[in-house]
Nanobody, 116 residues
Framework: QVQLVESGGGLVQPGGSLRLSCAASGTGSLFSHYGLGWHRQAPGKQRELVAFISSARSLNYADSVKGRFTISRDNAKNTVYLQMNSLKPEDTAVYYC????????WGQGTQVTVSS
């Protein structure tokens, strides 16, 4: 059974940085084949895609985070990262990672709160 576990969320002041990690287990040697994404859901809003990295390492970002967030992956560690810089209060949300290869798997989410 594939499991994804996020970590690294927390409370940060506007302009600060956080690095989220999402560790996968149960993928065996297939992790490198997975497309990996970070999504977020703010209270009262729909879940939205923040960033995506394909198995070939092509990247895609939501317009709202371009130039501030960076997604990366370490296939040797079965982990995907989201480096978030210049955080804004509107980035406050629960952040979820997902992985897709034949089917899609989701993590449980980690809270990011940007507030002074």
């Amino acid at each position: 059974q594939v499991q994804l576990v996020e970590s690294g969320g927390g409370l940060v002041q506007p302009g600060g940085s956080l690095r989220l990690s999402c560790a996968a287990s149960g993928t065996g040697s297939l992790f490198s084949h997975y497309g990996l994404g970070w999504h977020r859901q703010a209270p009262g809003k729909q879940r939205e895609l923040v960033a995506f990295i394909s198995s070939a390492r092509s990247l895609n970002y939501a317009d709202s985070v371009k130039g501030r967030f960076t997604i990366s992956r370490d296939n040797a560690k079965n982990t995907v990262y989201l480096q978030m810089n210049s955080l804004k209060p509107e980035d406050t949300a629960v952040y979820y990672c997902n992985g897709a290869y034949l089917r899609t798997y989701w993590g449980q989410g980690t809270q990011v709160t940007v507030s002074s």
